[in-house]
T-cell receptor
Framework: AQKVTQAQTEISVVEKEDVTLDCVYETRDTTYYLFWYKQPPSGELVFLIRRNSFDEQNEISGRYSWNFQKSTSSFNFTITASQVVDSAVYFCALSEAYNQGGKLIFGQGTELSVKP | NAGVTQTPKFQVLKTGQSMTLQCAQDMNHEYMSWYRQDPGMGLRLIHYSVGAGITDQGEVPNGYNVSRSTTEDFPLRLLSAAPSQTSVYFC?????????????FGPGTRLTVT
């Protein structure tokens, strides 16, 4: 069965702190894709990154970085020098390549609050 | 491109009423889907469509109907609203059923059933 767990329901940090959002996934497939989405207070869902199961290279985009480790089935997201605008709910999601209908399975979300 | 549009933005229904949530996309995407978002549960798939005339159930389909008569539109019908259907509903699309593509989400519809 496919499952995504984001154990941290809420995280609160002070501006300029680094913060890591955890994501652990379960799948039986060898080919799958992992995603992170951001949901700011305005409510829309914004795509941040995707990673396929064969590419374990870490990725950095500005203050954002992602650490994919197949050995621990984790795809963690780090924000360096957090800012108030980073306050949002962040979702990790999984899709199996051969899943019927290409279903996207979401974690429960982590609400990040960055205080000035 | 307008992307994925949803109407209405907000809706209040009484138990037993029916209504249709509208979703449209102008990107010629084959794959469209509906999710509901409830606190602490992330987003859960209700129904999806891999092309015009083809629909299938997701994780939580009970109480909802869909149809896909055109590539652009994918309406979600609540047949007889129940308080358990109070939620935020998101429509999404992507180029095709290939899981590699990210999904483009609409702005959401906040539904309250009293």
């Amino acid at each position: 069965a496919q499952k995504v767990t984001q154990a941290q329901t809420e995280i609160s940090v002070v501006e300029k702190e680094d913060v890591t959002l955890d994501c652990v996934y379960e799948t039986r497939d060898t080919t799958y894709y992992l995603f992170w989405y951001k949901q700011p207070p305005s409510g829309e869902l914004v795509f941040l990154i995707r990673r396929n199961s064969f590419d374990e290279q870490n990725e950095i985009s500005g203050r954002y970085s992602w650490n994919f480790q197949k050995s621990t089935s984790s795809f963690n997201f780090t924000i360096t020098a957090s800012q108030v605008v980073d306050s949002a709910v962040y979702f990790c999601a999984l899709s199996e390549a051969y899943n019927q209908g290409g279903k996207l399975i979401f974690g429960q979300g982590t609400e990040l609050s960055v205080k000035p | 491109n307008a992307g994925v549009t949803q109407t209405p933005k907000f809706q209040v229904l009484k138990t037993g009423q029916s209504m249709t949530l509208q979703c449209a996309q102008d990107m010629n995407h084959e794959y469209m889907s509906w999710y509901r978002q409830d606190p602490g549960m992330g987003l859960r798939l209700i129904h999806y469509s891999v092309g015009a005339g083809i629909t299938d159930q997701g994780e939580v389909p009970n109480g909802y109907n869909v149809s896909r008569s055109t590539t652009e539109d994918f309406p979600l019908r609540l047949l007889s609203a129940a308080p358990s259907q109070t939620s935020v509903y998101f429509c999404a699309s992507r180029p095709d059923r290939t899981s590699w593509y990210e999904q483009y989400f609409g702005p959401g519809t906040r539904l309250t059933v009293t």
